[in-house]
Nanobody, 115 residues
Framework: QVQLVESGGGLAQPGGSLRLSCAASVSSFSVAVMAWYRQVPGKERDLVATITPGGSTNYADSVKGRFTISRNNAKNTVYLQMNSLKPDDTAVYYC?????????WGQGTQVTVSS
């Protein structure tokens, strides 16, 4: 059974930073595409960033230059470093392994950006 456990969410001021972590209990982590999504109430879950097994990354336009996705295959963990946070970044952030339709999801971690 695949388990993804996110941590690191919380309250940040505009312009501040947070670092999210997602620990995966799966033996195939090193060959899996990992992603971060986010969702606000009443809206669809949107892709934030992806990282391939080889380390290639892709970002939503809204976070380019501010967020960085990375992974540590030895620790089965994927990270999302979020800098220059804006109130519009407020959402529940979800870790994903294996794709939106058929992949696995964490329980989500709340990120709130407010002064």
């Amino acid at each position: 059974q695949v388990q993804l456990v996110e941590s690191g969410g919380g309250l940040a001021q505009p312009g501040g930073s947070l670092r999210l972590s997602c620990a995966a209990s799966v033996s195939s982590f090193s060959v899996a595409v990992m992603a971060w999504y986010r969702q606000v109430p009443g809206k669809e879950r949107d892709l934030v960033a992806t990282i391939t097994p080889g380390g290639s990354t892709n970002y939503a336009d809204s976070v380019k230059g501010r967020f960085t996705i990375s992974r540590n295959n030895a620790k089965n963990t994927v990270y999302l470093q979020m800098n220059s946070l804006k109130p519009d970044d407020t959402a529940v952030y979800y870790c994903n392994l294996g794709g939106f339709r058929f992949g696995f999801w964490g329980q989500g971690t709340q990120v709130t950006v407010s002064s």
